[in-house]
């Protein structure tokens, strides 16, 4: 019995959301804190309007024509992370990001472990903007 090869495609959905935060690490002194994160270490932090893109990868169904229903991918990311974010402070009022520095690096890998659970190997990247000039993207890679 002999299989099509189906096309692979990336599917990308973009969400943006509203937060505050405050860059700080707690094994740092008051002054290394500021060295590092400047302004963003404010006591009472500063805020950013974040674009969130979810890639996942995958074969086009021939019956469909669709790798995923991206309503599926919105409804994922609304209610796994964005309900939990969006109009928060993120060192405050996040259960998500709670005891978490949230930088936009740390806030991409949370996000991918959030989505990993429910897409599974489709989730092939998750890319935060934190503004239109810094932005993170992370596709599950460790390194020891």
């Known amino acids: 019995m002999t299989t099509e090869a189906r096309p692979v495609v990336y ?27 400047g302004p963003c270490a404010r006591e009472y932090g500063h805020g950013h309007n974040y674009v969130l893109e ?19 991918i919105r409804d994922a990311t609304r209610d796994l992370i964005l309900d939990d974010v969006d109009h928060r ?3 405050h009022d996040s259960v998500l ?3 978490l520095n949230p930088t936009v690096e740390n ?15 489709a989730l092939y990247e998750v890319k ?15 390194q020891t």
């Open 11 to 37: 599917l990308t959905r973009r969400e943006t959301f509203c937060a505050g935060h405050r860059l700080w690490a707690e094994a740092l002194s008051d002054a290394e804190n500021h060295a590092l994160f």
């Open 54 to 72: 979810v890639t996942l990868r995958g074969p086009v169904d021939p019956q469909t024509g669709v790798v995923v229903n991206l309503t599926d």
């Open 89 to 91: 402070h993120l060192n």
């Open 97 to 99: 990001c709670r005891g």
């Open 107 to 121: 806030l991409a890998v949370l996000f991918w472990s959030v989505l990993r659970e429910h897409f599974g190997e």
């Open 128 to 142: 935060l903007h934190e503004t239109e000039k810094n932005w993170a993207v992370y596709r599950g890679e460790v």
